[in-house]
């Protein structure tokens, strides 16, 4: 493995200071409807039986990336509007050189010239990206027990006890047994230590385990014998007490839990990261945006970025080892002529989740008079933080999911672009050079949703949230505070919202993300509130299939400086593609069928990545 610095495969990886250059447009999500052109796909398929193309299957290896390679498909559909639809594009260094529609002249053209020309039945779009998850927890979760679903206590031991027999070592004090998925709404109240030490097969052991928005974590008995009697409230935390007996720790308050957890080492880290690779390989992913990279966790990915079993390209955001803060040390940008890895944005957090009363609200919860949630960081302190990352040119990415903690943001965003662009600048052009970016953007104001628009600050969404949230939401926030500020998207759609599943939270299929951002129910049930009658929670937000597709695709690329080398099959772009089964055009196509589609292959800088055994 090359060291950091070094030239890694085909791309450099280089710590940089951040320069003033930013791209100077956008690309815009390209209008009309994507045919897939019939009579052309005839003329294609005569083409190819008249030149007598064989169809074949090419994957690249290491020792022919200079090699020219043109593929043709029954339709390709390419989020370009200057040629939304193509039947051939060709491949060389990891690029796509050429796009066409495969006409009888281009073929015959082709089959003269030093190329490959292997065509396959099947409909290809963009390589989809992710644009708000979690690497290595998603890895760790995939190699640790997986509690999404548990309906009862019992359940959750079951599942506990199930993993400790099969992964003998496992709940030691060397080895905590972690996991996430757990949510006390399905219990009707927190979980506790004692309830861990009910079942004699867990009784004693070391025990980690996150609740599913992953902002609150319940531990054993063990563990808390390791922190201090009498337990600390702590500052934009909370230790849950009730009910009686402890065991539940959320935001702040885990950061007790952390300084006593044995970290994996880069082994076991690495081993994630594989594994999260693969799953997110096999649902079409080609790229994600990682919500939160501390230092160590940015030094094992350069050191990875290029292997060969590095199949997602990844735009990492930097977190301090101290979280909320700015880490100078830390403040440079890594970049990958090759694209893989890019690290020029940061993570700061405002609150905590919706589920665990943890988001910030401006006014109290409806289902709790008693609390309004908590910021992680004051506001003065996060405007401050903000300006500290904006001047050393990052891109800075807030969470924020309660009103005050969206207005914090929005705020903070206000006073860092004046700051770098003066008093007197017109903002909203400061901020496309910026790009800031609000993570989950769940509950805004509608005088903040102005603010908002005015700026032209980013959301970054993540569609399934609502789609989960739904059973809960209206009765934590109100009915007015859900109709008029609570999961935006279709208000949002001219700031090009980024559209992601925060994986391990939500599983992180993005045609289940597509489901919900269309639908406006769940992916795995297919329904909405059984209040409602089962139809989809707050329509009038609903995107149509060609913005969701759009929100997985080109607008990641806008969020994450990566216009016109992502989430497009254009000339000079990054040649990742996804082949399916059937056209994913919108005419025609069965909304439904989003909850069951599987991906034939998925293909990321030419060489393909995941095949479907059918």
Same mark, same amino acid.
């Given at each position: 493995?090359?060291?950091? !610095? ?6 450099? @990886? ?48 290491? !020792? ?13 559909? &390419? ?38 020309? @292997? ?22 979760? /995939? ?28 709940? &030691? ?126 030094? /094992? ?28 040390? *830390? ?36 289902? *709790? ?75 805004? &104001? ?17 569609? =399934? ?67 409602? !009658?089962?139809?989809?929670?707050? =329509? ?8 969701? /597709? ?8 806008? !969020?994450?400086? /990566? ?52």
């Amino acid at each position: 493995m090359d060291a950091p !610095g070094d030239k890694v495969g085909k791309g450099l @990886a280089t710590d940089t200071p951040p320069s003033d250059e930013r791209p100077s447009s956008a690309v815009k999500p390209p209008k009309g409807r994507y045919g897939m052109g019939t009579i052309l796909s005839l003329l294609v398929a005569v083409s190819l039986v008249a030149l007598g193309l064989r169809a074949k299957y090419h994957h690249a290896g290491a !020792g022919d990336d200079h090699d020219s390679q043109t593929y043709c498909y029954t339709g390709v559909q &390419t989020l370009h509007s200057d040629q939304p639809v193509a039947q051939c594009f060709t491949v060389a260094n990891g690029l796509f050189t050429a796009v066409t529609s495969g006409s009888e002249p281009e073929l015959k053209r082709r089959s003269s010239e030093d190329t490959t020309t @292997a065509a396959v039945d099947g409909f290809v779009i963009p390589g989809l990206w992710d644009g708000h998850g979690h690497l290595v927890d998603y890895g760790e979760m /995939l190699v640790n027990v997986d509690l999404f679903g548990v309906a009862t206590l019992d359940d959750m031991r079951a599942r506990l006890r199930d993993h400790v027999a099969q992964h003998p070592g496992s709940g &030691t004090k060397e080895r905590w047994l972690r996991g996430i998925g757990w949510d006390q709404t399905d219990f009707g109240r927190m979980p506790t230590a004692a309830d861990i030490e009910e079942d004699p097969a867990l009784r004693g052991i070391y025990l980690f385990v996150d609740r599913i928005d992953g902002h609150c974590a319940l531990v054993s008995q063990a563990v808390l014998d390791l922190l201090p009697d009498p337990i600390p409230d702590v500052p934009g935390g909370e230790v849950v007490r009730d009910p009686p007996g402890l065991g539940v720790f959320c935001d702040n308050a885990l950061g007790m839990i952390l300084a006593h957890y044995p970290k994996p080492d880069d082994a076991t880290k690495t081993r994630y990261v594989k594994a999260a690779m693969r799953a997110l390989n096999a649902v079409g992913l080609v790229g994600m945006h990682n919500a939160g990279t501390d230092p160590a966790t940015v030094d /094992l990915l350069r050191s990875l970025a290029g292997g060969d079993d590095w199949t997602v390209r990844v735009y990492a955001m930097r977190e301090c080892a101290a979280r909320n803060t700015f880490c100078a040390a *830390d403040a440079t940008r890594v970049e990958r002529d090759d694209g893989l890895l890019n690290v020029r944005s940061v993570k700061l957090f405002a609150d905590g989740a919706l589920g665990s009363w943890g988001a910030a609200m401006l006014e109290p919860y409806a289902d *709790d008079p008693s609390t309004t949630g908590s910021l992680l960081i004051d506001e003065t302190a996060l405007a401050a933080v903000t300006k500290q990352w904006a001047a050393a040119g990052f891109q800075v990415n807030i969470h924020a999911i309660g009103d005050r903690a969206n207005r914090a943001a929005i705020d903070a965003f206000e006073a860092a672009l004046r700051q770098e662009c003066g008093p007197s600048a017109n903002l909203a052009t400061c901020e496309h050079n910026r790009r800031f970016r609000i993570e989950h953007a769940q509950i805004i &104001t509608p005088e903040d949703q102005q603010r908002l628009h005015s700026l032209r600050v980013i959301p970054s969404i993540q569609p =399934t949230h609502a789609t989960s949230d739904m059973r809960y939401a209206a009765a934590r926030l109100g009915a007015e505070r859900t109709s008029r500020a609570a999961y935006r998207m279709r208000s949002f759609l001219d700031l090009q919202p980024v559209l992601g599943s925060d994986f391990p939270v939500e599983p992180p299929n993005p045609f289940h993300g597509m489901y919900a951002a269309v639908a406006r129910k769940s992916p795995a049930t297919g329904l909405g509130r059984d209040e409602d !009658g089962g139809k989809g929670w707050h =329509t009038e937000e609903a995107l149509t299939l060609e913005q969701a /597709l759009w929100g997985f695709t080109g607008a990641p690329a806008y !969020g994450g400086f /990566l216009e016109g080398k992502a989430g497009q099959i254009r000339e000079g772009a990054y040649a990742d593609w996804v082949v399916l089964d059937e056209p994913f055009d919108g005419q025609g196509f069965d909304v439904e069928s989003l909850r069951t589609l599987k991906v034939r292959e998925t293909w990321v800088a030419g060489k393909r990545v995941y095949k479907r055994d059918d």
